[in-house]
């Protein structure tokens, strides 16, 4: 019988405590740990069968090593935060046991990121007979595999890329992040970045702006050029790419309030000296905002996340969009969480389940597009996210 250790309690937390519970079949005994017991067991009370609940700090990997050698787990799936990740695929070379995250590494003192530092324990990983899935959520995660899915099914050559990440949903208060605060704001205050001819450009923080007309009633919005981590896996694994871009959609009083916090410094890392104590005002930030595990009751509407692809098939141009569509209260009916932490903690689980399974099997350090994109697919639209296909006349977004 398999057993998987989750690390991390909050909103993805939660909907891969629920697709793990809800399919015993593939995981059969369920930890569910982190910093904070109170918030595991709030979880496991809402869940279809019992799961076991645990404290860790997984910033120590001693701690960390004793509870995986306790729980004995096939797989941990590490959905706390990125700076945890190197501290626990420490723990799991020292156990034995695979890896499994949604988002790459940071160091909590530069907001930086990339995989650098985690494709570095490749060999560690072989050495020890074992895999980390790295970037298994929507965004990295299902957005690799998208484009995975367009090499393999619909083109002999892909010449760009642009991956467009829209939330349309509305939890009604005038400034909310969908996921961690600290880590949205790091990410969209830091400078855009995308990939052309052979090199990186650079744009400021949220200076290249389009109008993109989003599928099912969604409509059109103004989406906004970041960078995003996928699109350095990406390249490497295809380097026929010549262009790749990452767009997200902000509303414009996100973007006022944001904007408002980073003149006034509540948006920086370094410590600040209050009263005799040392502050970092983005954490104190976090503090002070809507947590996002609580959004999930008011908010409404949808998200679209899909990669638009234009290149050659047969000899002819081609422009191919996959997207899924996801719905808010849908999620949150389902699950208590809203439709951001449930496209992230589905692609969770069912990257955990290819490897519980051996369909995507290995040694070493692996992105998500490095497999065979068709059973993770299948198994994601099977447990709530559908992939949806179209074939637009024009090229360019
Ligand atoms: P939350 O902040 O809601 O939850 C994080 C959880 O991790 C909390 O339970 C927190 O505990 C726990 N945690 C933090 N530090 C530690 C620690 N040192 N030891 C043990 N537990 C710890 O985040 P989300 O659920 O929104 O996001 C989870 C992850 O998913 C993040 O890494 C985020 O970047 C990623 N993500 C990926 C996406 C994708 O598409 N690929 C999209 C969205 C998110 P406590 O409550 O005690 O602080």
């Known amino acids: 019988m398999n057993r998987v250790l989750i690390i991390g309690a909050g909103g993805v937390g ?6 793990c519970a809800q399919n015993a079949d593939i ?11 109170s918030k595991c067991d709030v979880i496991a009370k809402d869940l279809p069968r019992n799961i076991r609940t645990e404290t860790v700090d997984a910033d120590n990997v001693t701690e960390l090593t004793a509870l995986i050698r306790e729980v004995q ?67 990295p995660g299902v957005t690799n595999v998208y484009v995975a899915r367009a090499k393999k099914h619909h083109f002999d050559r892909m010449d760009t890329v642009d991956i467009i990440d829209c939330n349309a949903g509305d939890h009604g208060y005038p400034f909310a992040t969908n996921f961690n605060p600290e880590i949205n704001i790091r990410e969209v205050s830091a400078k855009g970045r995308f990939f052309e001819n052979g090199g990186w450009q650079e744009t400021e923080p949220l200076s290249v702006k389009k109008v993109f007309d989003f ?61 005799g104590k040392e502050i970092i005002p983005l954490q104190f930030l976090k503090k002070l905002l809507p947590d996002p595990a609580s959004l999930g009751p008011r908010t409404v509407g949808k998200t ?13 141009q081609k422009t191919y969009f996959i997207y899924n569509v996801c719905d808010h209260q849908t999620c949150y009916r389902e699950t208590g969480a809203q439709a951001v932490s449930y496209t992230t903690g589905v692609p969770a689980a069912a990257g955990a ?18 497999f065979d994109p068709d059973p993770f697919l299948r ?19």
């Not at 009633?217 to 026929?240: N, T, V």
Request: with cysteine.
């Open 215 to 275: 599928p099912e009633g969604i409509g059109p919005k103004d989406i906004y050029l970041l960078y995003h981590e996928e699109m350095e896996s990406l390249i490497k694994h295809f380097p026929e790419v010549r262009r790749m871009r990452f767009w997200m959609t902000f509303g414009q009083s996100y973007l006022t309030h944001l904007k408002a916090l980073e003149n006034v410094g509540m948006t920086r890392i370094d410590p600040v000296m209050y009263e």
């Open 353 to 370: 389940a290819m490897i519980l399974q051996d369909i995507w099997h290995g040694t070493g350090v692996f992105n998500m597009e490095q």
């Open 73 to 139: 787990p096939n797989l941990v799936i590490n959905v706390a935060l990125p700076y945890q990740d190197l501290t626990i695929m420490d723990a799991c070379i020292e156990t034995g046991v695979n890896y499994l995250d949604t988002a790459n590494y940071e160091h909590p003192d530069e907001a930086k990121f990339c995989y650098g530092p985690q494709w570095e324990y490749h060999d560690r990983f072989q050495k020890a007979g074992i895999m980390a899935l790295l970037g298994s959520g929507f965004d």
């Open 14 to 19: 939660r909907v891969v405590a629920f697709k």
């Open 27 to 37: 995981f059969g005994e369920v930890t569910l740990a982190s910093r904070t017991k």
């Open 304 to 316: 679209c996340i899909g990669c638009r692809i234009c290149g050659e098939k047969d000899g002819r």
């Open 379 to 397: 198994l994601v639209a099977q447990w709530g996210l559908p992939w949806i296909e179209s074939f637009p006349d024009t090229g360019e977004i």
